[in-house]
C-alpha cells in the first residue's frame, strides 16, 4: 500500500513529506493505522545521529488502530486500538526471564539497523529499501511493528493522549513508581522538567509522595510543575547551593528519592548530593557517551546511597500503559496539560527547530494527529 510519511533522508537536514511503499506484516506483525504520534527529542537525535540508516521514516511515540495481523500474532486483533512500545521484549532472554523486561536485548540489532526483527524492511521509498525508526516509524498514516510492540488500550482512550504513553510519559512514571520505587510519605527531587520530568512528578504522586521538589532551569517549566504534582520548586539556574536547598525543604536531611532526567553530568552529580542518607538516585536522562559521572568519594560507603541507571523507567508496558490509560480516563493522571500543539504530519521540521532552542517550549509534546 501506498502512504504518506516524513522521511529522513540526510543527516541533520529537514525531513520530507514523501509516498513511501509499506508491505504486509509477516508473521509475528501488525499493519496499524497511526492516528496520533508525538514528536520526542529523541527524534531530533536520531536525524541528527550520522550513524542512522537512511532513508528513514522517523518516529516511535504513536497510537492508532490495527488494520491487520499476520497468522501467528496473540497481543491484538484487528479492530483494537493500540498505543505501540518502542522496545518489545523476547519475553525468553536470560532478562526476560528475571522479569528485567526493560533490559532484554532483543531489539537493538534490528534498531539500530533500521529494520524490524527479522533484520529487513517493510517501506520502500523509490524502489529501495526504506528503513524503521525504532522498529515502530509512526511519522507514517500506516506502519507495520513487531506484535510485542502494541499494547491494546481501552476503546475510550484520545489517541493524542494515548500516543504520549509510549515514551516519555511510561519513563517518566516508570522512574517514579518502577525504578525508584517511591514510598508514600515520602521526598523526592526530580531533575529536568520536561516531558519526562513532568511525568516523574506525576509517577512521584500517584505513589503517594508528600514532598515533590521540581528543579530546573526554565521558570516557565517550574511555574507549570504544580499541577503536575509538585510541591516545591527550585531554579538550579539562580541558586547557588543547590543541595543545601533541597535539604532546606527536606527536615535538613535531603530527599529519600532523587531523579534525574537531564541528560546532564554535572546535573547528576548535584542531583546525588541532592539526597540523604540511603536515599536511592535514579538516572533516566542519557548521558554522553564520552561523559563523566564525578560523585564525592568521601564517607561513599557510610552513606549507603543508591545510584541506580534505569531505561524506559524499568516499565513492563503490557502492565503499565493500560494502568497509565486507566488513571487518565479515572481522572487521576493528567495527560491533556502534556499536550504542547496538535499539528500536522507537515508541521514537524517547525518542531524539530524549537527543540533546537534551548528557549523553545519542552514540557510535554507537539501531537501529529492524522
Known amino acids: 500500500m501506498k502512504m504518506k510519511a516524513a522521511v529522513m533522508t540526510q543527516v541533520g537536514k529537514p525531513v520530507e513529506i514523501r509516498e513511501v511503499e509499506l508491505a504486509e506484516p509477516k508473521a509475528h506483525e501488525v499493519l496499524v493505522k497511526i492516528l496520533a504520534t508525538a514528536v520526542c527529542h529523541s527524534d531530533l537525535n536520531t536525524l541528527e545521529d550520522p550513524t542512522t540508516p537512511i532513508p528513514q521514516v522517523l518516529g516511535h511515540e504513536g497510537a492508532g488502530q490495527v488494520v491487520s495481523v499476520g497468522p501467528y500474532v496473540t497481543t491484538c486483533k484487528p479492530g483494537d486500538y493500540v498505543t505501540l512500545s518502542w522496545v518489545p521484549y523476547c519475553g ?24 524490524l526483527m527479522d533484520g529487513t524492511t517493510r517501506m520502500t521509498l523509490d524502489g529501495g529499501p526504506c528503513y524503521h525508526s525504532s522498529l515502530l ?25 494515548a500516543c504520549m504513553i509510549g515514551c516519555g510519559v511510561a519513563t517518566g512514571y516508570g522512574a517514579a513508581v518502577r525504578a525508584a520505587q517511591v514510598t508514600p510519605g515520602s521526598s523526592v527531587a526530580i531533575f529536568g522538567i ?14 503517594g ?62 542531583a546525588w548530593q541532592c539526597g540523604r542518607k540511603g536515599s536511592t538516585t535514579v538516572v533516566i536522562g542519557a548521558y554522553p557517551a564520552d561523559g563523566q559521572l564525578v560523585l564525592p568519594s ?58 533546537r532552542d534551548p528557549k523553545g517550549k519542552n514540557m510535554g509534546r507537539y501531537v501529529v494527529e492524522f
Open 209 to 270: 509522595a508528600s514532598t515533590i521538589i521540581a528543579c530546573d532551569i526554565k521558570d516557565d517549566n517550574l511555574a507549570q510543575a504544580s499541577r503536575f504534582g509538585a510541591t516545591h520548586t527550585i531554579n538550579t539556574g539562580k541558586v547557588a547551593d543547590v543541595p543545601a536547598a533541597v535539604k532546606e525543604l527536606t527536615d535538613g536531611l535531603g530527599a529519600e528519592y532523587v531523579i534525574d532526567c537531564t541528560g546532564n553530568t554535572k546535573v547528576g552529580s548535584i
Open 194 to 207: 520536561g516531558g519526562v520530568g513532568a511525568n516523574a512528578i506525576q509517577g512521584a504522586r500517584i505513589a
Open 137 to 161: 516509524s509512526t511519522f507514517a498514516e500506516y506502519t507495520v511493528v513487531p506484535e510485542m510492540s502494541c499494547i491494546k488500550i481501552p476503546d475510550e482512550m484520545p489517541m493524542a493522549q
Open 92 to 115: 525468553t532472554c536470560a532478562y526476560c526471564r528475571a522479569g528485567k523486561f526493560s533490559l532484554c536485548e532483543s531489539a537493538f540489532g534490528p534498531m539500530f539497523g533500521g529494520t
Open 298 to 355: 568521601g564517607s561513599f560507603h557510610r552513606v549507603a546511597k543508591v545510584l541506580k541507571g534505569s531505561f524506559y523507567g524499568d516499565v513492563n508496558p503490557f502492565n503499565d500503559f493500560p494502568r497509565i490509560a486507566k488513571l487518565y480516563l479515572e481522572g487521576k493522571y493528567d495527560l491533556d496539560s502534556l499536550i504542547i500543539e496538535r499539528i500536522k504530519l507537515e508541521d514537524i521540521n517547525r518542531v524539530f527547530d524549537i527543540f
